[in-house]
């Protein structure tokens, strides 16, 4: 007989001479528990063997083994060699050795122990589902927080497919977040930094720190600011095509078209990801929302569609409508009365508290709708915000300006974003010119505010060393192609060589500035991958860390013994005595 090397499928012969004695011929019966049924049940397996097929046929027979359920049940039973033949093989009868056949033994009925195959193993699935990193993502429950409908959509499709569910204990370690928003207070004692991006060391996230979040979560409302920057574009080359002191540039308005469509593309793109954002991770766009610095990049969206409006080529569309402006600032009428009275309040998120160069966006807003619907021909509602916006540009700026002792400084990454000064003078002086009809002393006094803010950011060299990219370049972007314009507008009014010269040299710049920051972001998104790092502000906990004890004991009622030997220690702490435990001993000793 020839043995195969495969132990469960055993390719059978009818031998041509007798088996040797050296192998003990059994019967499957004869083994307890193996592959045998009760008496008078019907079996489990057809017979695989077919009595019509000629002898010496060679056949495979699928045998179903059954394992013991521990290595310890394998030792007891004891090792033997068994030698599985056909039913029809010579010298044995239905399985059992003739000799066999008259003995009183009887093969014993027992039950059907053959272990059934894990679920999935028959595709090799049951191995591959652990293994393959995307799986292990997709079940991952510890973003189920953030997510609007909690992953029930994932488990739907998960049903769906056939898989087994975890079971409701793996799901106690993940808790849904509460309804209600934190509080402003948590942002401060869990964040840190000038613009509160930092954890503290106390604190703890409710996300995984170890693996990249999903890349909705990772995606901020300040992508806006690149929607900023290019829509500004396309209103500085529509002005240099149109205004008088530069028409010996020869610039076409085909410019202007190519700017004003790739800016429409990329807000469309940039809203429908953050849209999408909202609709899924619903939790993640609230606590932007109530962050107290990333609550001004919620004007950002409205701004870009007022740049749109703008900057619209004169072959898309001669005028615009009015309603359009309506329908615009209504946005920025809704958050104004938020953020403005919370200014005014006080509280944590009054201004001197939350006090930053992104403020301006709350504030140059204004200055914008005010341009649009002056251009449009409105005179009551433009003079409106114009008002709002100078009343809180002032106040801002005063505080900027004399920032407190406690807030910390701007850290260089953030260096750009005090471009930001210059972008509410530079709108606000063609807002008014406007209104008023011309680049009056009104204007050039709110002109000549932004050109020296300009200025004194430009020669500090400083300012642009030392940091890496990140998306608050962006910030500096239409400030810069905000002063360009308002000098354009400026160089209309008073036309010589001096104010042509700035309007072309700070066309250029900005020009520069954001084309080189839009390669540069293209490159960090698609080819480093490190555009959006993991947004550690929207993941702190609402469980205030517990707070440690201090070195020193003091009694509640503080008394004055114990206040005297804290001075003591300060004392000499801060003098040549080495020796402070004897200087505390001294004076307890003074003191009595």
């Known amino acids: ?70 290595p310890t049940g394998a030792t007891s039973a004891g090792t033997k060699n068994v030698l599985f033949v056909q039913d029809n093989a010579k010298g044995f009868k239905n399985g059992v050795p003739e000799s066999c056949v008259g003995s009183k033994a009887k093969p014993k009925g027992v039950k059907f122990l053959s272990q059934p195959m894990p679920k999935g193993s028959v595709f090799g699935e049951g191995a591959n589902m652990n293994q393959n990193p995307n799986v292990k993502k997709f079940k991952d429950k510890r973003f189920d927080s953030f997510k609007t409908w909690s992953g029930k959509l994932e488990r739907q499709l998960t049903n769906l497919r056939g898989r087994q569910q975890e079971s409701e204990s793996e799901d106690d370690s993940v808790r849904p977040s509460e309804n209600e928003a934190l509080p402003v207070d948590r942002y401060f004692d869990a964040l840190e930094g000038p613009e509160l991006e930092t954890l503290r060391a106390s604190e703890e996230i409710v996300l995984p720190d170890d693996k990249t979040w999903p ?27 149109t205004a008088t002191s530069t028409k010996f540039l020869h610039i076409s308005l085909t410019v202007n078209l190519i700017l004003w469509w790739i800016s429409v593309a990329l807000v469309a793109i ?15 766009v609230r606590r932007e929302y109530y962050h ?30 009015v309603a359009l402006w309506y329908v615009l600032m209504t946005p920025f009428l809704c958050l104004e009365l938020k953020i403005y009275g919370q200014w005014m309040s006080g509280g944590q998120r009054r201004l001197s508290k939350v006090a930053n160069p992104s403020n301006h966006l709350s504030v140059v807003g204004n200055f914008v709708g005010a341009l649009l619907g002056a251009s449009m021909g409105l005179k009551e509602g433009p003079v409106f915000f114009f008002a709002v916006g100078l009343a809180h540009y002032t106040v801002l700026f005063v505080t900027l300006y004399q920032r407190l002792p406690t807030n910390e400084t701007l850290p260089k990454e953030l260096h750009p974003v005090f471009f930001l000064f210059v972008a509410a003078p530079s709108v606000a002086s063609m807002a008014w010119a406007n209104i008023q009809g011309s680049f009056d002393y009104g204007s050039r006094i709110a002109y000549f505010i932004a050109l020296f803010l300009y200025f004194s950011l430009a020669v500090r060299i400083n300012f642009f060393r030392g940091f890496k990219f990140s998306l608050a370049w962006w910030a500096y972007t239409f400030p810069m192609t905000g002063a360009a314009i308002a000098t354009m507008r400026y160089s209309s009014a008073v036309t010589n060589v001096v104010t042509q010269t700035l309007s072309v040299i700070l066309s250029v710049v900005a020009t520069l500035t954001v084309t080189a920051l839009l390669v540069t972001t293209i490159l960090h998104a698609f080819v480093q991958r490190d555009l959006f790092p993991n947004d550690i502000a929207i993941a702190i906990s609402d469980r205030k860390p517990k707070s440690h004890r201090r070195w020193f004991n003091l009694n509640r009622h503080g008394s004055s013994e114990h206040n005297a030997d804290i001075d003591t220690f300060l004392k000499f702490a801060n003098g040549d005595t080495k020796d402070i435990e004897a200087a505390l001993k001294i004076s307890s000793a003074e003191a009595k």
Not at 2 to 28: M, Y
Not at 272 to 284: D, G, H
Request: hydrophobic letters at 45%; proline letters at 11%; charged letters at 10%.
């Open 1 to 70: 007989m020839d043995h195969g090397e495969n132990p469960v499928s055993i390719e059978l012969q009818e031998p041509a001479e007798p088996v040797p004695q050296l192998l003990k011929l059994i019967s499957s019966n004869e083994v307890a528990g193996f592959d045998s049924i009760m008496e008078g049940e019907t079996p489990v397996f057809p017979n695989p063997t077919n009595s019509s097929q000629p002898n010496g046929h060679q056949r495979k027979l699928s045998i179903s083994i059954s394992m013991p359920s521990s």
């Open 215 to 241: 890349f909705l979560l990772r995606y901020p409302i300040s992508s806006f600011g690149i929607c900023l920057g290019v829509s500004s574009q396309a209103i500085m080359w529509k002005t240099l095509a």
């Open 270 to 284: 940039v809203a429908s990801i953050y849209l999408t954002k909202v609709i899924l991770y619903f939790e993640a």
């Open 292 to 321: 107290p610095i990333r609550v001004n990049f919620f004007f950002a969206p409205w701004i870009s569609l007022l740049f749109l409006a703008i900057g619209v080529p004169p072959s898309v569309a001669s005028s615009l409508p």
